[in-house]
C-alpha cells in the first residue's frame, strides 16, 4: 500500500496532506529486523509493517493550523485553560484542536463551509460547530440558535455537564506542551480574564468569549472583525492569522496569489491595527507566524485586547 494512504488508515494522520508531511520529516519501516527509509510519497509498504515517524509534530493536531496557533500562544505567553474561546474559520479544526489540548473549556468554531470538522472534533461535546455562516455577518442570535438547535437535536451538547466537562479537561491536560505551561507568568497572563460558563444560572446560551481565535481565507479580516469583536468579553483577548494576500486589492498581489512587494506587509499591518483601534482594541503583538504557510506567503499574528465594554 502506499506508504501516504497507509499513515492515514493506520490513524497516524488524518489527511493525505498531513502524511505526505509527515513522510517529509521522516518515516521509517521495519523490514527483516531493518528499519527502512520512506523516500518518497508513493513507496509501497507491506499493510501490516511496523512504522516509525521521526518527526510526529505534524500529526499532533487535526490540522497544521493547530502548531501555527500553539506557536502563536507561546510567542504572546497566553495560557488557554478553562477559556471560552470562539473559532472564526474553523475549517478542519486545527485551532480547535489546540485550543481544546491546551485546556479551553468550550470552542464554537464558525464557517462559511461545512463537513470539513474533523469527525473527532465534531463528536466533542466541547465543540459547538456552525457551519454555512458567513462570519462577516455573525450576530449572537445565530450562535444561540445553534446551540438550541444542538441540544434539541441531538442532546449530546451540554455545557452544564460539569463531570464530563472536567474529566475531559483533565485528559487534554495530560498532552499539554510543556514549554507552554511554563510561560503562565510571561506575556499577557496577567491581563487574561476568569473564565465563565456560556451557560448563564437561568438556562440562557450567553455567546460572549475570552478569546477569539480567527483563520481566514478569501477575505479581509477588516470585513470581519466588526461582527465578531462584539462578542469579545471586556478583557478578552483577539488572536488571528493573517494572509497578506487577503487583505489587499488584486493588484497589489503576484501571480499565482503570491505577495511578492515586502512594502505590502506594512501596509497590512497599519490596515489592521487601525481596524482594531477602531473597534475599541489595543494591539499588543505583531509577529511572524512561527510555522510558514503551505503556498509559500508570509503569514503573521496579530494579538488584541478588548479594554473596555463592549458596543
Request: charged share 25%; aromatic share 4%.
Given at each position: 500500500m502506499?506508504i501516504?494512504?497507509?499513515?492515514?488508515q493506520?490513524?497516524l494522520?488524518?489527511t493525505r496532506s498531513q502524511?505526505q508531511?509527515?513522510i517529509?520529516?521522516?518515516?521509517q519501516w521495519?523490514?527483516n529486523d531493518?528499519?527502512?527509509?520512506?523516500?518518497k510519497?508513493?513507496?509501497?509498504?507491506?499493510?501490516?509493517?511496523?512504522?516509525?515517524l521521526l518527526?510526529d509534530s505534524e500529526?499532533?493536531?487535526?490540522?497544521r493550523?493547530g502548531l501555527?496557533?500553539e506557536?502563536a500562544?507561546?510567542?504572546?505567553?497566553l495560557?488557554v485553560?478553562?477559556?471560552?474561546?470562539?473559532?472564526v474559520?474553523q475549517?478542519?479544526?486545527g485551532?480547535?484542536?489546540c485550543?481544546l489540548?491546551?485546556?479551553a473549556?468550550?470552542v464554537?468554531?464558525?464557517?462559511?463551509?461545512?463537513?470539513?470538522?474533523?469527525?473527532q472534533?465534531?463528536?466533542?461535546?466541547?465543540?459547538?460547530c456552525v457551519?454555512s455562516?458567513?462570519a462577516?455577518?455573525?450576530e449572537?442570535?445565530?450562535?444561540i440558535?445553534a446551540?438550541?438547535d444542538?441540544?434539541?437535536?441531538e442532546g449530546q451538547?451540554?455545557?452544564e455537564?460539569?463531570?464530563?466537562?472536567?474529566d475531559?479537561a483533565l485528559?487534554?491536560d495530560?498532552?499539554m506542551?510543556?514549554s507552554?505551561?511554563q510561560?503562565?507568568?510571561a506575556?499577557?497572563?496577567?491581563d487574561e480574564?476568569a473564565?465563565?460558563?456560556?451557560?448563564?444560572s437561568?438556562?440562557?446560551f450567553?455567546?460572549e468569549?475570552?478569546?477569539?481565535v480567527a483563520d481566514?481565507?478569501?477575505?479581509?479580516?477588516?470585513?470581519?472583525l466588526?461582527a465578531v469583536v462584539r462578542?469579545?468579553?471586556?478583557?478578552?483577548?483577539?488572536?488571528?492569522?493573517?494572509?497578506?494576500?487577503f487583505?489587499?486589492?488584486?493588484g497589489?498581489?503576484?501571480?499565482?496569489g503570491?505577495v511578492k512587494d515586502?512594502?505590502?506587509y506594512?501596509?497590512?499591518e497599519?490596515?489592521l491595527?487601525?481596524?482594531?483601534?477602531?473597534?475599541?482594541?489595543t494591539v499588543?503583538?505583531?509577529?511572524?507566524?512561527?510555522?510558514?504557510?503551505?503556498?509559500?506567503n508570509?503569514e503573521f499574528f496579530?494579538?488584541?485586547?478588548?479594554?473596555g465594554?463592549?458596543?
Amino acid at each position: 500500500m502506499r506508504i501516504d494512504q497507509l499513515l492515514v488508515q493506520r490513524g497516524l494522520a488524518s489527511t493525505r496532506s498531513q502524511a505526505q508531511r509527515l513522510i517529509a520529516g521522516g518515516v521509517q519501516w521495519l523490514q527483516n529486523d531493518v528499519w527502512r527509509k520512506v523516500v518518497k510519497n508513493g513507496d509501497d509498504v507491506p499493510v501490516d509493517a511496523e512504522l516509525k515517524l521521526l518527526d510526529d509534530s505534524e500529526a499532533r493536531y487535526v490540522s497544521r493550523g493547530g502548531l501555527k496557533l500553539e506557536a502563536a500562544l507561546r510567542q504572546v505567553g497566553l495560557t488557554v485553560d478553562g477559556l471560552q474561546c470562539l473559532d472564526v474559520g474553523q475549517s478542519t479544526g486545527g485551532f480547535t484542536d489546540c485550543l481544546l489540548q491546551h485546556g479551553a473549556a468550550m470552542v464554537v468554531g464558525v464557517d462559511v463551509g461545512s463537513a470539513q470538522l474533523h469527525p473527532q472534533l465534531r463528536g466533542d461535546p466541547r465543540v459547538l460547530c456552525v457551519e454555512s455562516l458567513n462570519a462577516r455577518s455573525l450576530e449572537a442570535a445565530d450562535l444561540i440558535a445553534a446551540y438550541e438547535d444542538s441540544i434539541g437535536a441531538e442532546g449530546q451538547f451540554d455545557l452544564e455537564d460539569e463531570d464530563e466537562r472536567d474529566d475531559a479537561a483533565l485528559d487534554q491536560d495530560a498532552s499539554m506542551d510543556d514549554s507552554l505551561a511554563q510561560d503562565d507568568d510571561a506575556g499577557l497572563d496577567d491581563d487574561e480574564p476568569a473564565s465563565a460558563d456560556l451557560v448563564s444560572s437561568d438556562g440562557a446560551f450567553v455567546p460572549e468569549f475570552d478569546l477569539i481565535v480567527a483563520d481566514l481565507s478569501f477575505i479581509s479580516q477588516t470585513l470581519v472583525l466588526p461582527a465578531v469583536v462584539r462578542l469579545l468579553k471586556a478583557g478578552g483577548t483577539l488572536l488571528t492569522l493573517v494572509k497578506p494576500q487577503f487583505e489587499l486589492q488584486p493588484g497589489q498581489v503576484g501571480k499565482g496569489g503570491i505577495v511578492k512587494d515586502a512594502s505590502m506587509y506594512g501596509l497590512v499591518e497599519q490596515r489592521l491595527r487601525e481596524c482594531c483601534t477602531e473597534l475599541g482594541l489595543t494591539v499588543t503583538h505583531w509577529f511572524d507566524s512561527p510555522i510558514a504557510g503551505g503556498d509559500g506567503n508570509r503569514e503573521f499574528f496579530i494579538c488584541a485586547h478588548q479594554t473596555g465594554a463592549v458596543d
